[in-house]
């Protein structure tokens, strides 16, 4: 499916969440899990618990960028669990 994702990452070492944004989230996956990303470096091997799509780039920014503000494990996991972002 074209268009772009939110996606939430989680780590099998230590159990820590990371939330990003893509167009391809599985390659994306393999660059956090390869230590290309300098917030994930040697932090992982990482999963992909989550991901939902947007149509546009600005969209999925914004919903990133919000989830990132929040900083709840406990939010993470009701996304995780209910499979879905709410938005206002």
Do not use: C
Request: net charge positive; aromatic share 10%.
């Amino acid at each position: 499916m074209e268009g772009f994702y939110v996606y939430i990452l989680q780590s099998l070492k230590s159990g820590m969440y990371y939330i990003g944004s893509s167009n391809n989230p599985e390659n994306r996956l393999i660059e956090h899990n390869n230590g290309e990303t300098p917030s994930t470096k040697n932090k992982g091997p990482w999963i992909i618990k989550f991901k939902q799509h947007y149509e546009t780039t600005t969209e999925a920014r914004r919903i990133e960028l919000k989830l990132k503000r929040l900083k709840r494990r406990d939010y993470i996991e009701k996304i995780i669990n209910d499979k879905l972002i709410k938005t206002k």
